[in-house]
């Protein structure tokens, strides 16, 4: 009798995350419920305690047991049960966030206009300085931007950042052997390159980097000196040189370089000059395209110590060498000369 007390019903078959399973709580909510029901309430109220202890002895043996019995109607309720479920048109579904980061370069267009296509690697754009021959000299691709720090009128400090547009226009000069000027304009910047060679003339490399803006762009919000304009630099030294490059070959990075840009006499602004997938050269005279490219160091990118600083100091020193050689000859062959007088007297 007990047994029957415990057939399964479909009260007691639930799903939980998808997933039919019998609800062995269920079976013996359901058992107490029969035996209450079937048995007196004064004989119930001396026997619940002894009820209870054998009940929850035959629910967890019949549950076990049931629950193999019942495979059969499991799927059986698993196949029925996407016609019972509440169904969702998948076009109706939440629109789900994109979380893939763009590059900065599709992020801000100012115009549909872009350079006449060139061919080289890479989707950035080429920004290209013809001479006044109509001959290509000088050559950048980047994925760039320039992040602003600045003193608002509160003396707070903030960051801004603003992109160098496709359509930023090119200008410059090439008509130097030894130094040319890369500019590219838009908006209220100025963006200038200047290139020079070493003294030898075997490399080339970025001699200044400046940043001329006006502090009315809108990028300056609540900026302290409003209305004025600044020119921020980035200048090689005798032992730093910038972006050094064998005369011939395009400078080329795969990872972000950081220029930092400063103005201490004008200005408390300072700016940093992202640049993502660089290729750059100047002085070139062979054809219209990069040239064979030098790939930045994994450390210390876009930086290289001067050889004109080893060339002069070695050069002293030979210079000393050889003074004190002659010097020690000459004073030799004086003492010598000098002894042979004194023996013919």
Known sequence: MACKLFTITPVELVVENNIPHIDCTGLFNTFRRRFESAVEPIVLAGLTPVVMTVGAVCWLLVCSAQQEATTEELEQLVTDLPAALPTQSVDKLPPVANQRKEPRKSEQKETNNKPPPTSGDGDNVIYRLNSEGGNTCILLRVDAIVSF??????????????FIPNSATVDGDCTGDDQQTLILKWKSFVLIWSFRKTPGGER???????????????IFEHIKDKGRSYTL???????????????????????????????????????TLLLRDLTIEPFIFKNDEFGVGYKCSAIGAGSFRSETAPFIVGSTLAAVCLFTVAGYGIYRYIKIKKVQYDTME
Do not use: F, M
């Open 149 to 162: 720090k600045y003193t608002t009128k509160l003396n707070q400090r903030q960051e801004s950042d603003i």
């Open 204 to 218: 080339w490399y970025v001699d200044k980097i400046e940043l001329k803006y006006d502090t009315t762009d809108h």
């Open 233 to 271: 630099t980035k200048s090689s030294s005798h032992n730093q040189l910038l972006l050094p490059t064998p005369v011939g070959y395009s400078y080329w990075c795969d990872r972000e370089i950081d220029i930092q840009l400063t103005n201490t006499k004008q200005t408390d602004t300072t700016a």
